[in-house]
Every structure is written in structure tokens, then in C-alpha cells.
């Protein structure tokens, strides 16, 4: 009797193991599936903070490419709590070819996409933000498909704070319409 009561209690024990991980596990799939799509910014999940001297970088986030597309693009808001300017002199990754600062110009009913030279400036006591439309990290030349969910790390350099990193993750959100990228690097994955 004693037994069938153990076996008993083993076997409830196995099915509330199988039944939290199975609920985890649906947990963990749903918010891949979640369409960030017609999310705003402020919706969009959140980033871990990075704190380096004076200067404050939140809300990373990166666009999922799509389909045979071999480039994506990156925010944040990057705050200045100092008393003197920075400028963002360059950035780096290991999932594309190339990663550039780029912002957008307007050319008549086209927004064409162009290089910052220079870098972009940071001003003292105030934020700077990289979002879609403006100033951002192109990534050109993707390894493989930037896929929504998927983590990698970014290293930003500043002239004065220096070389800060962050976990990028990718977004499902759609690129804007009437947008020329002129002559990036398509790709053929």
C-alpha cells in the first residue's frame, strides 16, 4: 500500500513537471510569434540600460530583416548627463559586412538614405535618439537573416566616453514605404 502511494505521488509529481514545462515552454513561443509590427516605440519591449561615464544608452533595438534583404538597421536613445558634448565616432558588429551611422534626406516624395560624416554630435545635458526615419546604425551585408528575438551585441565609440557595448535585439517591424537605399550591397540569402 505504501508503494502504490509513492508511485502515486511520483507520478503526480511527473505531471506538474511536464504540465510547467509545457506552459513554459508555450510562454517562451508566444512572445516570438508576438507581432511588434503595429507596436509603437514605447510598446516595444525593453532593453537593458547601459551606463558609461556621463552617458546613458536604453531602448536598443534592431530591425529583423526580411526576406532576401541583407541589411537591417539599429536604435536607442543615448542620453548625456555631462557638462561638455560627445560625439558618436563609429560603431562595429559581427553580423553584417559593414556598420555605418547613417540618417535619412528627404528628396522629394523619397527619403534616400546617406552615411553621417563626422559622426553624430551628443549634446551636453541632453539625448540624441536613433529612430526610423532619422539618424541610425545601418547593418550592411548581413551574415544570415536577422531574425525577430535574436540577441547580438553592438559596440558603439565615442570620442570622449570611448567604446561602449549593448545587446541589440531584433524587432519585427516593417521599413518604411518610399525609401531608397541607393546603392547598398543587396544580398542573395
Given at each position: 500500500?505504501?508503494?502504490?502511494?509513492?508511485?502515486?505521488?511520483?507520478?503526480?509529481?511527473?505531471?506538474?513537471?511536464?504540465?510547467?514545462?509545457?506552459?513554459?515552454?508555450?510562454?517562451?513561443?508566444?512572445?516570438?510569434?508576438?507581432?511588434?509590427?503595429?507596436?509603437?516605440?514605447?510598446?516595444?519591449?525593453?532593453?537593458?540600460?547601459?551606463?558609461?561615464?556621463?552617458?546613458?544608452?536604453s531602448g536598443a533595438w534592431a530591425r529583423q530583416s526580411f526576406g532576401k534583404a541583407a541589411n537591417s538597421?539599429?536604435?536607442?536613445?543615448?542620453?548625456?548627463?555631462?557638462?561638455?558634448?560627445d560625439l558618436l565616432i563609429g560603431v562595429s558588429s559581427t553580423i553584417s559586412k559593414k556598420t555605418e551611422?547613417?540618417?535619412?534626406?528627404?528628396?522629394?516624395?523619397?527619403?534616400?538614405?546617406?552615411?553621417?560624416?563626422?559622426?553624430?554630435?551628443?549634446?551636453?545635458?541632453?539625448?540624441?535618439e536613433l529612430k526610423p526615419g532619422s539618424l541610425h546604425v545601418m547593418f550592411i551585408g548581413l551574415k544570415?537573416?536577422?531574425?525577430?528575438?535574436?540577441?547580438?551585441?553592438?559596440?558603439?565609440?565615442?570620442?570622449?566616453?570611448?567604446?561602449?557595448?549593448?545587446?541589440?535585439?531584433?524587432?519585427?517591424?516593417?521599413?518604411?514605404?518610399?525609401?531608397?537605399?541607393?546603392?547598398?550591397?543587396?544580398?542573395?540569402?
Amino acid at each position: 500500500m505504501k508503494t502504490l502511494s509513492l508511485f502515486k505521488a511520483s507520478v503526480t509529481a511527473a505531471v506538474f513537471t511536464a504540465l510547467s514545462f509545457s506552459t513554459a515552454l508555450m510562454a517562451q513561443d508566444k512572445m516570438k510569434m508576438m507581432d511588434h509590427s503595429k507596436m509603437k516605440m514605447a510598446d516595444m519591449p525593453k532593453a537593458a540600460s547601459v551606463q558609461k561615464g556621463d552617458l546613458l544608452l536604453s531602448g536598443a533595438w534592431a530591425r529583423q530583416s526580411f526576406g532576401k534583404a541583407a541589411n537591417s538597421a539599429g536604435f536607442m536613445t543615448i542620453k548625456n548627463r555631462g557638462s561638455s558634448d560627445d560625439l558618436l565616432i563609429g560603431v562595429s558588429s559581427t553580423i553584417s559586412k559593414k556598420t555605418e551611422l547613417h540618417t535619412h534626406i528627404k528628396d522629394g516624395d523619397v527619403m534616400r538614405m546617406r552615411r553621417v560624416e563626422g559622426g553624430i554630435k551628443v549634446p551636453k545635458n541632453g539625448s540624441t535618439e536613433l529612430k526610423p526615419g532619422s539618424l541610425h546604425v545601418m547593418f550592411i551585408g548581413l551574415k544570415e537573416p536577422l531574425k525577430a528575438g535574436a540577441s547580438f551585441p553592438l559596440t558603439l565609440t565615442f570620442k570622449n566616453a570611448g567604446d561602449v557595448t549593448l545587446t541589440m535585439t531584433a524587432q519585427k517591424k516593417a521599413m518604411p514605404a518610399k525609401m531608397d537605399h541607393g546603392t547598398m550591397p543587396r544580398g542573395s540569402n
